[in-house]
């Protein structure tokens, strides 16, 4: 009887909770300069290089300055791009064609949140997606950009890019 019962209520949490399409939105943070900030010095300039790539850089689309904060033997891991600081300013100068606009004050881009441990900085931000099964619907989810930095500059990226991939963070 107690393994009916068991099996019974399974079934019924499997019945509700599939019909069941409840989701939380991501929250971004209404000051994201301050989450690229750290009381201890290293994790903060790891932060600040992140937050320059993302202003002058994926913002702006100054990539005459990646040099700046991207080192020359740069690991991509990102599908749509080559490992090395020539082949990422070309992917977005030559494939995507950004063309550099002026620095903005702040970052417009959805951060929810930066972490910082030894030398990575993890940056997430809200995405928001159009339903495959309804497109007049869109849902929210997360996309990451994960940086390791090594002697001032970004050393290595990860994401969860697709091939031809590039979503609008904005």
């Given at each position: 009887m107690r393994h009916i019962i068991i099996a019974a209520t399974l079934a019924m949490t499997g019945i509700?909770?599939?019909a069941v399409h409840?989701?939380?939105a991501v929250v971004v943070?209404?000051?994201p300069e301050a989450l690229f900030t750290s009381?201890?010095?290293?994790?903060n300039a790891n932060k600040q290089v992140v937050y320059r790539i993302i202003l002058e850089l994926l913002e702006a689309g100054q990539w005459d300055k990646a040099g700046q904060y991207i080192a020359?033997?740069?690991i991509q891991h990102n599908p749509n791009a080559q490992s090395g600081l020539k082949p990422v300013v070309y992917y977005f100068t030559q494939v995507?064609?950004?063309k550099p606009k002026p620095i903005p004050a702040k970052i417009s881009m959805k951060v929810a949140n930066v972490v910082a441990e030894g030398d990575l900085v993890v940056v997430t931000y809200?995405?928001?997606e159009k339903d495959p099964k309804d497109p007049s619907k869109t849902y929210s989810t997360t996309w990451f950009d994960m940086w390791r930095i090594k002697d001032g500059k970004a050393a290595e990226h990860w994401d969860p890019a697709l091939l031809n991939e590039a979503p609008d963070l904005r």
């Open positions: 509700v909770s599939s409840a989701q939380e943070s209404d000051n009381p201890d010095p290293k994790l020359d033997d740069y995507l064609k950004v809200a995405r928001t």
